[in-house]
């Protein structure tokens, strides 16, 4: 909403790693993760694209609750300043 990243930033690094882990996880030529399609049970002996789809979705997880925070913060505020102009108005 309005912010830029600086390059030694935590959420950008987040951001990265999350777009590592789907590139090489979730390729559809020549990534990794297609043998969990054709045998999913892999994923019980500790397959490593298993884990890594596992890491992408805990990241995906981390970043949703940080940018639904950020948009409840600017929704509660134009909330706030709808009001406000009720209030003025009427």
């Keep these: ?23 090489t996880s979730m390729c559809v030529v020549g990534g990794r993760g297609v043998e969990l399609d054709v045998m999913p ?5 500790g397959n490593a694209t298993y884990r890594r789809l596992c890491e ?20 509660l505020l134009l909330l706030l300043i709808i009001i406000n102009i009720f209030v003025y108005i009427g």
Excluded at 1 to 23: I, N, Q, S
Excluded at 41 to 45: A, E, I, P, S
């Design 1 to 23: 909403m309005g912010r830029r990243f600086r390059r030694d930033d935590a959420e950008l690094a987040l951001y990265k790693r999350l777009d590592r882990l789907v590139a």
């Design 41 to 45: 049970w892999l994923r019980h002996f």
């Design 56 to 75: 992408a979705k805990t990241l995906r997880d981390q970043l949703y609750d940080r940018l639904r925070a950020r948009v409840d913060e600017v929704l």
